[in-house]
């Protein structure tokens, strides 16, 4: 339920683009499963692009993360 408070307060905010690249990196990390970064370019939020925290994510072919998170902040 949370979730969609966030989604609905990041559409009201003006800021869905950046909220979904934030979920993103928590979600995935650096490594993000192809078919999700295509489905996301297609609606203009390029992942691989780096944004102004210097996230970018690598599309991978598997559907399902093999290691652990390991992005970080720093």
């Known amino acids: 339920m ?3 408070l966030d989604i609905r307060q990041a559409i009201v905010e003006d800021r869905y ?3 979904i690249r934030e979920f993103m990196r928590i979600r995935f990390g650096k490594t993000v499963p192809m078919w999700i970064v295509d489905a996301l370019k297609s609606v203009n939020v390029d992942l ?3 944004d102004s ?3 970018s994510a690598e599309p991978v072919a598997d559907d ?3 290691a ?5 902040d720093e």
Do not use: E
């Open 2 to 4: 949370r979730l969609m």
């Open 53 to 55: 925290s210097g996230y």
């Open 48 to 50: 691989t692009v780096p």
């Open 68 to 72: 652990p998170n390991t992005w970080t």
């Open 64 to 66: 399902f993360q093999k």
């Open 17 to 19: 683009p950046a909220f």
